[in-house]
């Protein structure tokens, strides 16, 4: 409390109905605000994410998080944000955590290998959610909704764990080989001799069989080049727009704005030697030019606009957060980051699946009761350029000002690991909204196969 009785915090000068004290209402308004509390749902402060390491150093060597999975990446986010959450880890109840593939022997544990990597207790239930791109978003809005339905959430324990992992590091796979000869014997279980499989035989990439959609038929690429020629962007509108994301996240990087969502992970030598720290996103170009990216070739149709320079970066990373209802964060006094004002989740067409963050903003600002006009940041993954181009658009047809979009730059230069994405983007966003005095922000991102998700962010700090 400040020594001459002022607000305990900055949210309370800027707006005094957020006021913890309620001591002047009348009885009825008293009893409505703490009902209103005990019903919002908030982001506790100390959030932390990891950086974003490229899957490959240099397009030739294993990336710098290649040794790790995506549960150890995850147990990573939710070390450091316990470490710099001020709560009592016995008051956490859940875990929630998004990812979107399999990709290595420990995955099918999900949550539960990030919780316990992580550093919570046996007694903690974990739940893995997927909804591909949006997981991380979605494990936010999941953990939000066990806390407010009421029926699964422990009263004792009233806070929750919430986020998002992703390896990108996708294996190689051999399909349809079991209860088939292989060498000796028929394959049952077990590892298979490569010298025994039949000359010719190919493994699958991962990667890249994921990234393709067989209901639109198409790749996800493909369904941005879909939106490119819908919209009529040219080639040099997506090139203008990756350069705006790698000089944004350069300035964001350079300031140190990135600095308190980040726990830098070390890795310790190979050789002995002193390790290494990745402090930063590795993707960002430290000198991005519109004329290199016009030099690069389409990557996925001959004539097309996508190329690698202005679609979005594969990379490893992981974000996780607490949350909590309001009521319960001013019981434990622990500080708000921000309230969780609006969700919103659309589908669309999969041919033009990067569409989705259109409908699914629509929805939150009306759950949230704001229109487009009042949002000051706005945190969209980019997939690929034209993709977000052409929402862009139509988001300022709502009233959000381009200008408010992806400030910090995004995916392009920043990178999209599927399932921690929608977490990462929560954690940028809400901490811009305090360092910049804002009040609303939206995270949203486009999901494959044809959907949509958005959160509304009302700053607490």
């Not at 749902?41 to 899957?55: F, K, M, N, S």
């Not at 080989?177 to 991962?206: C, F, N, W």
């Not at 862009?392 to 599927?418: C, Q, S, T, W, Y």
């Not at 811009?432 to 962010?457: F, N």
Request: aromatic content about 4%; overall charge neutral; some cysteine.
């Amino acid at each position: 409390m400040q020594g001459d009785g002022g607000p305990r915090h900055r949210h309370e000068e800027l707006h005094p109905e957020w006021s913890a004290c309620t001591c002047g209402l009348p009885p009825r308004m008293r009893s409505e605000r703490s009902m209103s509390k005990q019903q919002s749902i908030v982001i506790l402060d100390g959030g932390r994410r990891t950086p974003r390491a490229d899957i490959l150093v240099d397009n030739k060597a294993p990336g710098l998080f290649s040794r790790f999975s995506t549960t150890q990446l995850g147990g990573m986010a939710i070390k450091a944000t316990l470490g710099h959450t001020k709560i009592d880890p016995g008051l956490i109840g859940h875990v929630v955590m998004g990812m979107a593939q399999h990709s290595h022997r420990d995955s099918i544990y999900g949550a539960q290998g990030m919780r316990w990597r992580g550093g919570l207790g046996k007694d903690v239930p974990a739940l893995t959610v997927a909804r591909i791109c949006g997981s991380g978003a979605e494990a936010i809005c999941v953990g939000a909704e066990i806390l407010l339905a009421g029926l699964r959430n422990d009263e004792e324990r009233p806070f929750s764990v919430v986020g998002g992992a992703e390896s990108m590091q996708y294996p190689f796979s051999l399909y349809d080989y079991r209860g088939k000869k292989v060498g000796a014997a028929t394959q049952k279980y077990g590892p298979i001799e490569a010298k025994s499989l039949p000359a010719g035989t190919h493994l699958q990439d991962m990667l890249l069989m994921s990234l393709y959609d067989p209901s639109a038929k198409m790749a996800m690429a493909n369904t941005a080049e879909e939106l490119g020629r819908r919209y009529g962007i040219k080639r040099e509108e997506a090139d203008a727009f990756a350069y705006r994301s790698h000089k944004n996240a350069k300035a964001a990087r350079d300031a140190g704005h990135f600095d308190e969502e980040i726990e830098p992970v070390s890795l310790p030598s190979e050789d002995g030697g002193d390790p290494t720290v990745v402090k930063y996103d590795t993707h960002i170009l430290e000198d991005p030019s519109p004329a290199k990216m016009a030099r690069l070739s389409p990557a996925f149709e001959a004539g097309g606009i996508i190329t690698a320079g202005n679609a979005s970066a594969v990379v490893d990373g992981a974000a996780a957060m607490l949350i909590g209802k309001e009521s319960d964060a001013e019981r434990h006094d622990v500080r708000p980051l921000a309230r969780i004002a609006g969700m919103g989740v659309a589908a669309c067409d999969p041919q033009i699946m990067g569409w989705g963050p259109v409908p699914a903003v629509k929805k939150a600002l009306a759950k949230a009761g704001i229109e487009g006009k009042d949002v000051d940041i706005v945190e969209i993954n980019e997939a690929f350029a034209p993709q977000a181009l052409a929402c862009v658009r139509d988001f300022e047809k709502m009233g959000i000002d381009p200008e408010r979009v992806n400030p910090m730059g995004n995916a392009i230069a920043l990178g999209h690991p599927l399932g921690a994405t929608g977490a990462i983007l929560t954690l940028t966003c809400a901490y811009a909204l305090r360092r910049t005095k804002k009040r609303y922000g939206i995270v949203t991102m486009c999901i494959g196969g044809g959907q949509g998700i958005a959160l509304v962010l009302e700053s607490m700090g």
